[in-house]
């Protein structure tokens, strides 16, 4: 009988633990559903949605302007397209690097921004290329990106260097940190911070000459929060301070600038 018994618990036991594994094993096969499903959505997906700004009327203004603006962003394999970054594709994306290239829209300045500007003309809108690099080391984030109009006028190029940060609180909530510094070669500068002589008799402004150098340093805050699988609201919080030729130009009212702004988008 103590035999009987004993081969009674054994095969019991067995039973017990071929249930659970069988179990554990569909769980992990769901799971790993669940993670290639999502991979899916990240990889191809659509998301739209609205923005509330809150922005200097120009570079280097001292009045804000609040701002509707769209959220746009597609992703399908190698391609993208956002309203901000324009349409573009993958170079290279692995785990830990990207590079990317892009053609978007570069908003100009209009003379009627601001009464700061009457007698400088208008700096022409254009369509403009970019290339990004992007390093991931954990939850680090080097970034590097090159920027150029290449319709309407020659307004140069810009450099930006960057380095971030994600922190993802929870499953809901993430938050992005970083800085960024912005180079401008001698046109863009010529073009948003120089007063030529002609300029100077409309406007009044001092002649001013602005040479290539960093024009910008910044500090971002972003918050993430996904209400669930579809909707996900967005807040930004952006410090500039113009720095070396940037900030001595007769155009620039304020070297501090920021920018706030509220969005909420829903991917498909």
Do not use: C
Not at 14 to 40: C, H, P, W, Y
Not at 43 to 57: A, F
């Amino acid at each position: 009988m103590t035999r009987n018994l004993i081969i009674l618990i054994v095969i019991g036991l067995f039973a017990i633990v071929t249930v659970e594994n069988s179990f554990a094993q569909s769980d992990l096969k769901k799971a790993k559903e669940r993670v290639e499903e999502k991979k899916g959505r990240d990889k191809n997906s659509i998301s739209i949605g609205v923005m509330e700004l809150y922005i200097p009327e120009y570079e280097g203004a001292d009045d804000y302007n609040e701002v509707i603006y769209p959220i746009i962003e597609i992703k399908y394999d190698r391609y993208f397209f956002s309203a901000n970054k324009g349409l573009g594709m993958f170079l290279w994306k692995s785990k830990y690097i990207q590079l990317s290239t892009a053609v978007g829209y570069e908003f100009g300045r209009d003379e009627d921004d601001s009464d700061d500007l009457n007698g400088l003309g208008d700096v022409e809108s254009g369509a403009k290329g970019n290339v990004a690099l992007k390093i991931k080391l954990g939850m680090l984030r080097l970034d590097a990106g090159y920027e150029k109009q290449f319709t309407g006028e020659n307004t140069g190029f810009k450099l930006n260097y960057g380095l971030g940060l994600i922190l993802p609180l929870n499953k809901a909530f993430i938050v992005m940190t970083g800085v960024k510094a912005t180079y401008a070669n001698d046109k863009y500068m010529e073009k948003y911070f120089s007063v030529n002589s002609t300029q100077s008799s409309r406007s009044g402004l001092a002649v001013y000459n602005a040479e290539a150098g960093f024009k910008s340093v910044e500090a971002n805050i972003v918050g993430m929060l996904h209400l669930d699988e579809n909707w996900t609201l967005q807040v930004i919080g952006n410090y500039k301070r113009l720095v070396s030729d940037a900030v001595d130009s007769p155009i620039v009212k304020d070297r501090d600038q920021f920018i706030s702004s509220l969005g909420l988008s829903y991917k498909f």
